[in-house]
């Protein structure tokens, strides 16, 4: 499986991105996914998860209104749609898929099996 994440770049604060995220080799539709992000010198960080049903949403609570996670099944692809961006939200960000078929939403890293190379997100102040 490679999953490859997209749309990542500079905005300035207050502006919005939309990240991407394909899979190819496994699809999509049977598998939660999940945002993470890591900053310089920081832990990486739980964005957000889908279910495998994508009726099922969390977000971190830094993000909430701001941050919505979606997922084409049709197109193996997953989204992060980010607005009113900050500064403190600049970090590459990873999309990665579960390892429970049928699975629900989680925060834990050791719940992914496959990772994406990551997207830089840089918000200026």
């Known amino acids: 499986v490679q999953l490859q994440a997209s749309g990542g770049g500079l905005v300035q604060a207050g502006g919005s991105l939309s990240l991407s995220c394909t899979a190819s080799?496994?699809?999509?539709?049977?598998?939660?996914v999940g945002w993470f992000r890591q900053a310089p010198g920081k832990e990486r960080e739980f964005v957000a998860s889908?279910?495998?049903?994508?009726?099922?949403?969390v977000v971190v609570d830094s993000v909430k209104g701001r941050f919505t996670i979606s997922k084409d099944n049709a197109k193996n692809t997953a989204y992060l749609q980010m607005n009113s961006l900050e500064p403190e939200d600049t970090a590459v960000y990873y999309c990665?898929?579960?390892?429970?078929?049928?699975?629900?939403?989680?925060?834990?890293?050791?719940?992914?099996?496959?990772w994406g190379q990551g997207t830089q997100v840089t918000v200026s102040s």
């Open positions: 889908i279910s495998w049903t994508g009726q099922g949403k």
């Open positions: 990665a898929v579960g390892r429970v078929r049928w699975g629900t939403t989680t925060p834990n890293p050791d719940d992914y099996s496959h």
């Open positions: 080799g496994r699809t999509f539709s049977f598998y939660p």
